[in-house]
C-alpha cells in the first residue's frame, strides 16, 4: 500500500512540477509579447496565472475542473491558504483567457491592457512561480 501512495505521490509531484513549467513559460511569452504591444501577452498571464491556482488546488488534492475564471478557482482553496491574499490581484486577468481573444459581434477588437503592465505582472507571477517551485515541489 505504501508502494503505491509514494507513486501517487511522485505522480502529483512531477504534475505540479509540469505546471510550474508551463506557467513559468507563459510569463516568459507574456514578457516577449509586451515588449512588442503584442495583444496575446495578457493572455499569457492569465494562463500563467491559470497555472499557478492549478498547482495550489492540486497541492490540497482538489481537482481544478475545466474553469479559466482565477476568482472561481482561487475560492475553490481553502480558506486558510495564505496564496489566496497572493493570488487574488491576478483575478484581473480573467477576461483575457476568453473575451479578449475575440473580436466582438460588431467586429471591434478589444483593447490591450498597457504593456508594460502586463510586462510587470508576469514578472510578479514569474516571481510566484518560483516561490511555489520552492514550496510545493522542492525546488
Given at each position: 500500500?505504501?508502494?503505491?501512495?509514494?507513486?501517487?505521490?511522485d505522480r502529483k509531484k512531477e504534475r505540479l512540477k509540469a505546471l510550474?513549467?508551463?506557467?513559468?513559460?507563459?510569463?516568459k511569452a507574456a514578457k516577449l509579447l509586451a515588449a512588442?504591444?503584442?495583444?496575446?501577452?495578457?493572455?499569457?498571464?492569465?494562463?500563467?496565472?491559470?497555472k499557478l491556482v492549478r498547482v495550489l488546488l492540486l497541492f490540497h488534492n482538489i481537482e481544478p475542473g475545466l474553469?479559466?475564471?482565477?476568482?472561481?478557482?482561487?475560492?475553490?482553496l481553502p480558506e486558510t491558504e495564505p496564496w489566496k491574499t497572493k493570488l487574488a490581484p491576478l483575478h484581473k486577468y480573467t477576461p483575457y483567457a476568453t473575451?479578449?481573444?475575440y473580436a466582438t459581434s460588431?467586429?471591434?477588437?478589444?483593447t490591450s491592457p498597457d504593456p508594460k503592465g502586463v510586462a510587470t505582472d508576469a514578472a510578479h507571477i514569474s516571481a510566484l512561480i518560483v516561490e511555489a517551485r520552492k514550496q510545493f515541489v522542492g525546488g
Open positions: 500500500m505504501s508502494g503505491e501512495r509514494s507513486r501517487g505521490t510550474l513549467h508551463l506557467a513559468e513559460e507563459d510569463t512588442d504591444d503584442n495583444h496575446y501577452a495578457a493572455y499569457h498571464c492569465q494562463q500563467a496565472a491559470e474553469d479559466h475564471h482565477l476568482d472561481v478557482l482561487v475560492a475553490k473575451t479578449y481573444r460588431s467586429g471591434r477588437v478589444p
